[in-house]
């Protein structure tokens, strides 16, 4: 078996006093499928856009096919790295063309360059057409919904046949239809190709049984990594939590329930006014 | 895949020599990202719409402008007409008059080569600049 095709060691984010990560120790070999799952402000987002080459990161080293980020060698990584991330994108994409910034995919820039070939504006196209804007290829990015916008950051992960593809919370805003279809795709993929595969998310019930390997995060700091199986039932799950919680045994469908009581009707009642 | 100098000193060239394809505004670059590794970092934009451009030549904007107005061109008959609809349909001439000059040989990244460049300096031909076109 190859070496790990990412690798961080004591990696960290500060900013100022405060930590957004902390000592980060990871490997993750070619082909794997991780599920990176941790509540929100755990850090999910810090991690994975540092992971693709997009963020900064304070301390600690990082590894991506075997060597570290530099000036030579970035915008060749990050086009083999498909990253999906509304959170991160939605900062810097307002009024580009729906087309430049799935082309942009394959520059490993924000912008799409003249180095793009028709086949590969073809491409564009036909992935727009399979995700269901095809209508929307010339549009501003702001004019679409969060859903479509969504569907145009999948594309643009995709159109390079990336090694890694890290998906970033990638069902926020998705209709049902185009949730199980985002699903069967990521399915698919982890079936039938080598691609290694980063699933980011912060509902159970996206967890798919191709994540064999899981990797829970907590107020920036790795919480446990271990096999899904192990990490996900009832006792480890409610540790994590730190909250009881029952998870379902069937781990084609990770059913997690919690019995979480409200008290804000009390609140509403008139002699509490 | 480009060189990281050579990509660097190609969009330092267009961000003085091109304009956004949407509104004609003048581009700058911009470092985005918190990280040391300029070009990753580096990225151009419009200072006028402040979104990220790659922009174009001068004359094809010129063009495609005119190409707009002057035969009401329209390819968003979904959204209103308006301003908005003439910067995106400038975009899109832009784009195609770009996709052709490429295609034919007569345009890189570095601008057009220097037989074009010398009929547009020499203005030996039909060069449509800001005058030409309000004079129309
Ligand atoms: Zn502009």
């Not at chain 1, 702001?142 to 145009?152: A, D, P, T």
């Not at chain 1, 990490?231 to 994590?240: K, T």
């Not at chain 2, 107005?69 to 001439?93: M, S, W």
Request: charged share 25%; net charge negative.
């Amino acid at each position: 078996m190859s070496g790990p095709i990412i690798i961080c060691h004591k990696l960290g984010c500060r900013y100022g006093n405060k930590y957004l990560l902390q000592d980060i120790n990871l490997a993750i070999y070619p082909g794997e499928h991780w599920l990176i799952f941790g509540l929100n402000g755990s850090g999910k987002t810090t991690l994975v856009t540092i992971l693709a080459g997009y963020g900064y990161f304070s301390e600690g080293e990082l590894q991506v096919f075997g060597s570290p980020y530099t000036e030579e060698n970035i915008l060749a990584k990050r086009q083999r790295i498909g990253l999906v991330s509304g959170s991160f994108f939605d900062r810097y994409y307002r009024d580009e063309a729906v087309q430049d910034i799935i082309l942009s995919g394959l520059t490993g820039t924000l912008s799409c360059d003249m180095t793009i070939t028709d086949r590969q504006r073809q491409k564009a196209i036909a992935l727009l057409d399979a995700l269901g804007i095809g209508d929307k290829r010339l549009m501003p990015y702001s004019r679409l919904s969060k859903g479509q916008q969504q569907n145009v950051l999948i594309a643009r992960a995709l159109i390079a046949k990336p090694d890694i593809l890290i998906m970033d919370e990638p069902t926020t805003g998705l209709d049902v239809f185009n949730r199980e279809l985002l699903l069967s795709t990521i399915s698919d993929l982890a079936q039938n190709t080598t691609m290694t595969i980063l699933y980011i998310t912060h509902y159970t019930e996206e967890i798919l049984p191709e994540f064999d390997k899981t990797l829970l995060l907590k107020n920036g700091r790795i919480y446990r990594q271990d096999s899904t199986d192990k990490l996900f039932d009832s006792r480890s799950f409610s540790h994590f939590l730190n909250y009881p919680a029952t998870v379902g045994a069937d781990p084609r469908k990770r059913h997690v329930s919690l019995s979480v009581p409200s008290t804000i009707r009390e609140l509403l009642n008139p002699s509490v006014r | 895949m480009k060189e990281p100098m050579q990509h660097l000193h190609e969009i330092e060239g267009r961000t003085e020599r091109c304009l956004c394809k949407y509104c004609g505004g003048p581009l700058e670059l911009r470092r985005i990202f918190f990280g040391d590794v300029e070009t990753a970092r580096t990225e151009i934009f419009c200072q006028k719409c402040d979104r990220i451009e790659y922009g174009v030549e001068p004359e094809i904007y010129s063009i495609s402008q005119y190409f707009v107005k002057g035969f009401q061109f329209n390819c968003y008959p979904d959204i209103d007409h308006g301003e908005q609809t003439d910067r995106l349909n400038t975009a899109r001439v832009c784009e195609i008059i770009t996709w052709y000059s490429q295609s034919i040989g007569i345009l890189d990244a570095n601008g057009f080569v220097d037989d074009i460049k010398k009929i547009l300096s020499e203005k030996t031909s039909l060069l449509l600049t800001n005058e030409v076109i309000e004079e129309c």
